[in-house]
């Protein structure tokens, strides 16, 4: 049973590795922090909305053997239209994800020198940082062998070793299991939490990886009767990226202050109260949760551009290893220099901040076309959680908009 599970999981763990990088570890780092356990019912609202749409762009991907950029492109035919959706489509993930790439790399970095301390070299009077070189490398290593069966594994395994790690690190606080529950299932908004609460969905309910998912579908199944496999897969892998946030959250609720604003100072509070293998456990875990997202931000980025413009060709074509060195390549530049692209990611941040809820009105009116999915389109459950999934993402979507452009 285990062996018939491990064999079909796979491009839902891309997902959950896509959605836990640097930025969700430092937010539900903070969450804890600044919360204590009263905002996990934040993060167990995103993992249901998570598994809601990422179960669609993955019968999307399945039944029309089509990725999501490429489904819009040909359901659309107001050429305007889709033009707009197109050029938004690409600011938000390809810009996007080429101006956050320089961060996922930064979070792995920072799991190394928790551990290893700082490698800086001085070249002619420059400071490089020699772990962003080590991390790009691993990356443009991955993604070059072009094998999807191999980056899946190694996928895997790196969200497992992830996974392992934040839980233990969880375990070892040893937290009150009725504090635990009481913060799932009952809702609290204290003061000055509301930005935190829109951070932590915002950063799980993630626009690209509808694209990714659908993508990666495709490379794994081909037949209708393997739906049942790609929504376990789903559901599986997303519970384990949540109970990933929710852990992080949980140790840092354990740190009886407020000056905690990364998983570094995570790492160093936690030793001398849990031991040094605290420190270690969260070190590695975030590590894995930056090279994971290092990995599959690029590759969302080129199956995005790949179905945007209409190119043919896999993995290892030569336009699709175009986008994902590109945007490695500026991540790699951006984190060795300690760059920031401020301008770059706002526009980012905007970008994205329109496309959730655009993404989500358009997702849902796909899913109920029989002409794309035949008897396979939304039920009216799935339609109902939709439109309320839709309706959050619009609210979501005017308020990351507001705070970017320091109105809210």
Known sequence: MIKNWLKNIGPGTLVAAAFIGPGTVTLCTLAGVNFGMNLLWAMLVSIIATIILQEMAARLGIISQKGLSEVIRSEINNPFLRQIITVLILSAIVIGNASYEAGNISGGILGLET????????????????????IGVIAFALLFIGNYKFLEKTL?????LMSFSFLITALITKPNLVEILKGLFVPKFPEESLLTIIGLIGTTVVPYNLFLHASLVKEKWKIADELTFA?????????????????????????????VGSVTDLAKSLAPLYGEFAKYF?????????????????????????????????????KF???????????????????????????????NGMLLPVIAGVLLWIMNKKSVLGKYSNTKTQNIFGIIILVFSVFLGVKSILKVLNVF
């Open 115 to 134: 551990v290893f301390g700082k490698m800086i070299l001085e070249i002619g009077g420059v400071s490089i940082n020699f772990m962003s070189v080590f």
């Open 321 to 351: 290893r175009m986008v994902w060195i590109f945007i490695l390549f500026l991540g790699v530049l951006f984190s060795s220099f300690g760059i920031k692209p401020i301008e770059i990611i706002k526009f980012a941040q905007v970008a």
């Open 156 to 160: 895997i395994t790196l969200v497992l």
């Open 282 to 318: 969260l070190a590695l875990g975030m590590f894995a949760a930056g090279i994971t997202s290092a990995i599959t931000a690029p590759l969302a980025a080129a199956y995005v551009a790949k179905g945007c413009l209409g190119w043919s060709g896999g993995l290892k074509s030569n």
């Open 231 to 259: 929504k376990k897969d789903t559901i599986i892998s997303i519970i384990l990226g949540g109970l990933v946030s929710i852990a992080i959250i949980i140790s840092a609720a354990s740190i009886q202050t407020n000056s």
